[in-house]
């Protein structure tokens, strides 16, 4: 569990660096990811293509950073994280990429310094797993996809 102790993210400034990660708001639960690249990319319709930050970082212990699509990317241009939400762990210490794919019909330009993705830091909770054979009932037990009546 997180202590009560200041939480301290370190970042690490790589070669290709423009900015630090911010948080654009006082309440804002996300910080900014930005492009850094020396060379515009285009990301055509329906391509993927790793965009890198310029940054490295260092979690706290038993926390992860969530890379999350920008709501207003992905609903205006079509631009989104490739795997919905990528997790970085707490002892990676490479360079941050964002795999952003297009879902949108027109190629797409990201130039150098352009927001493109956030990212959040999260607690991690590593339960012991057992076994068992039996599991407890619930009202719903085994019910799937579009069991509880939603369509």
Same mark, same amino acid.
């Given at each position: ?43 055509? +319709?329906?391509?993927?293509?790793? /965009?890198?930050? #310029? %940054? @490295? ?5 038993? *926390?992860?950073?969530?890379?999350? +699509?920008?709501?207003?990317?992905? /609903?205006?241009? #079509? %631009? @989104? ?5 990528? *997790? ?64």
């Amino acid at each position: 569990m997180i202590t009560k102790e200041k939480l301290v993210l370190r970042i690490k400034k790589l070669d290709n660096f423009v900015s630090m990660p911010e948080y654009k708001t006082q309440g804002a639960s996300a910080m900014d990811l930005v492009a850094a690249i020396d060379n515009d990319i285009i990301i055509p +319709s329906g391509e993927i293509r790793m /965009i890198p930050t #310029g %940054i @490295a970082i260092e979690l706290p212990h038993n *926390t992860e950073a969530q890379v999350r +699509s920008r709501s207003g990317l992905a /609903i205006k241009s #079509g %631009i @989104a994280v490739v795997n919905g939400v990528g *997790t970085i762990d707490e002892d990676y210490r490479g360079e941050i990429c964002v795999g952003l794919i297009n879902h949108s019909k027109v190629d797409f330009k990201i130039q150098r310094g352009d927001r493109i993705a956030q990212m959040a830091i999260m607690e991690v909770l590593k339960p012991e797993i057992i076994t068992k054979d039996e599991l407890s009932e619930t009202t719903r037990s085994t019910g799937g996809f579009g069991s509880t009546g939603i369509k």
